[in-house]
């Protein structure tokens, strides 16, 4: 059973930045597509990033585009969100998700197979 752990939350600042960090275990990391997805308080859960398993190709979630990048080394195997420019509307949940390669997913939740338990991103104004 592959297991998806997310790491790397916390409380910052408006305007700082976070990094937030991806593994899997119990299967082969670099087989997989990864996503992030957050969910905040009463808000359905949305896209943010995806990565394929090469890391040759990522989506960004229009909220996020220009502020937020992700990447992956598969050697280390993990997966990265770097957060910049962060404002209140960010504070959520942050969840990992995996799915063996194939078509990318990318904003399509119901496609991918594993997720974390998630990882919680405040930001203060």
């Known amino acids: 059973q592959v297991q998806v752990v997310e790491s790397g939350g916390g409380l910052v600042q408006a305007g700082g930045s976070l990094r937030l960090s991806c593994t899997t275990s119990g299967g082969t990391f670099s087989d997989y597509h990864m996503a992030w997805f957050r969910q905040a308080p009463g808000k359905e859960r949305e896209f943010v990033a995806a990565?394929?398993?090469?890391?040759?190709?990522?989506v960004l979630g229009d909220s996020v585009k220009g502020r937020f990048t992700v990447s992956r080394d598969n050697k280390k195997e993990e997966m990265y969100l770097q957060m910049n420019n962060l404002n209140y509307e960010d504070t959520a949940v942050y969840l990992c998700?995996?799915?063996?390669?194939?078509?990318?997913?990318?904003?399509?939740?119901?496609?991918?197979?594993?997720w974390g338990q998630g990882t919680q991103v405040t930001v203060s104004s």
């Open positions: 998700a995996a799915v063996l390669s194939g078509p990318l997913p990318g904003h399509i939740a119901e496609l991918y197979d594993y």
């Open positions: 990565i394929t398993f090469l890391g040759d190709r990522t």
